[in-house]
């Protein structure tokens, strides 16, 4: 089946510092990746839609700025989050749409769990 | 606007059978999508339905009705690996999916 890795699984840095998450598909090539935020016992929240060769859609109060997406080819999408604070600490995770299947399925990578000190 | 409602949490004990309720207003409906997330864990994929109905797959079940904005899971001979957060998507208009909050289920032995 599709497989979505996500790379790193946990971070640990420094306030004001840059943290930069990997999200590839494995055995598929995805226009599209979606890039969630999760904060405990809260649901996904989308916070970009990620196209191959195009800027990212951002959802309204997503800081684009701070939340760079780049989706540089069709197997690897990245979400550098700049100047990353204590209330950026979440847990980030990303997915990648199949098309041409019966209900264009999104594949979840294992998600990354980001702790700003 | 659009919404999804489920319960926040639900107990079962083990061997029983569970049934989480899903009920949704969205712009459009291209499917309506369950997911299983344990703690700590993405999100994986348990059901899809477009048609109104019954889909039956193992010890999980899935039903949709279009026209009252209904879906709900039915675990089962639960098991103690059952116990997760249940996740209730629908596909909009756009192709977007808008997730519900989701369902923490409990299972005491």
């Known amino acids: 089946g599709a497989v979505v890795s996500q790379h790193p699984s946990w971070v640990i840095c420094k306030s004001g510092t840059s943290v930069k998450i990997e999200c590839r598909s494995l055995?598929?090539?995805?226009?599209?990746m979606f890039w969630y935020r999760q904060f405990p016992k809260q649901s996904l929240m989308l916070m970009a839609t990620?196209?191959?060769?195009?800027?990212?859609?951002?959802e309204q109060g997503v800081e684009k700025d701070k939340f760079l997406i780049n989706h540089a080819s069709l197997t690897l999408s990245t979400l550098t989050v700049t100047s990353a604070h204590p209330e950026d600490s979440s847990f980030y995770i990303c997915?990648?749409?199949?098309?041409?299947?019966?209900?264009?399925?999104?594949?979840f990578g294992p998600g990354t769990r980001l702790t700003v000190l | 606007g659009q919404n999804i409602d489920q319960p926040t949490e639900m107990t079962a004990t083990e061997g029983a059978i569970v049934q989480i309720n899903c009920t949704y207003q969205?712009?459009?409906?291209?499917?309506l999508f369950w997911y299983q997330q344990h703690a700590g864990e993405a999100p994986t994929f348990l059901s899809y339905?477009?048609l109104d109905g019954l889909e039956e797959k193992g010890r999980f079940s899935s039903f949709l009705s279009r026209s009252k904005g209904y879906s709900y899971l039915l675990l089962k001979e639960l098991q103690m690996k059952d116990s997760a957060s249940y996740l209730c998507?629908?596909?909009?208009?756009?192709?977007?999916?808008?997730w519900g909050a989701g369902t923490k289920l409990i299972i005491k032995p």
């Open positions: 969205t712009s459009g409906f291209n499917g």
């Open positions: 339905n477009v």
């Open positions: 055995d598929f090539q995805a226009t599209t």
């Open positions: 997915s990648a749409r199949l098309t041409g299947t019966e209900y264009n399925e999104q594949f």
């Open positions: 998507a629908v596909l909009d208009s756009n192709y977007q999916l808008i």
């Open positions: 990620s196209n191959e060769g195009s800027k990212a859609t951002y």
